[in-house]
């Protein structure tokens, strides 16, 4: 890179504070600072020449990377000199570009972890319901089962007075102590068995409109 004219007039005033210091001339101040800007520049210029040619230990120590995480990102793509070494001011962006990368990939992983996760919860829920409806299913047979048997013995008992009863009194007397006697077992086989089943409903039979002509021929 050329350098400017403030530059070259600058280190043309450092060489020749320098030759004055070799003289034994006395530096004034303003010598003495243009030859201390030309020593950083020249210690910047070598530290940035150095850092162009970073060996892989170099930029391990550097970085505080491991041999095996460099070699890695050079198969990833990291960007390398012809001679095998690292320019770091190249090295720096590409490094902290893949790291965003990276952690843009752990993050699309975790949700879609998550999202996985909700599906088999779903899914888990979905077959533990199919389960219950399964088990359920001969429960619910059986009380249905065991309310039409309690039905049918409850109607035979309720034509037991009126078959066997000798007058209208005693025919009131056992129909008392039977419907005492079947109110205290529903209540047992409710508390047992749970509610009776919720009757099923018919469907109605929809009646077919008759006709206009249907009437008149009627009314002739």
């Not at 201390?36 to 940035?48: I, V």
């Not at 034509?159 to 102590?177: F, G, I, M, S």
Request: aromatic share 6%; charged share 40%.
């Amino acid at each position: 890179m050329p350098e400017s004219v403030a530059l070259r007039a600058e280190n043309e005033a450092a060489l020749a504070a320098l030759e004055k210091r070799e003289r034994g001339d006395k530096l004034t101040r303003a010598e003495i600072n243009a030859i201390g800007r030309r020593e950083r520049r020249r210690a910047d210029e070598s530290l940035a020449a150095a850092y162009e040619r970073c060996t892989t230990k170099d930029l391990c120590e550097l970085l505080d990377l491991k041999r095996q995480q460099l070699v890695r990102y050079a198969k990833y793509g990291a960007p390398r000199n012809g001679d095998g070494t690292y320019n770091l001011a190249s090295f720096l962006p590409w490094w902290g570009a893949h790291k965003e990368d990276l952690v843009r990939k752990v993050e699309e992983k975790a949700v879609d972890a998550l999202e996985a996760g909700r599906r088999i919860d779903v899914g888990l829920k979905a077959l533990k319901f199919e389960e219950e409806k399964r088990l359920a299913a001969p429960v619910k047979h059986f009380v249905q089962t065991f309310y039409e048997l309690f039905g049918n013995l409850k109607r035979r008992a309720e034509t037991l007075p009126r078959a066997h009863a000798v007058n209208r009194v005693e025919e009131r007397r056992w129909t008392a102590a039977i419907e005492e006697f079947l109110a205290e077992c529903a209540v047992e086989v409710r508390g047992r068995v749970g509610p009776p089943p919720a009757p099923k409903k018919k469907a109605r039979k929809k009646k077919a409109k008759k006709g206009k002509k249907g009437k008149k021929g009627k009314g002739k």
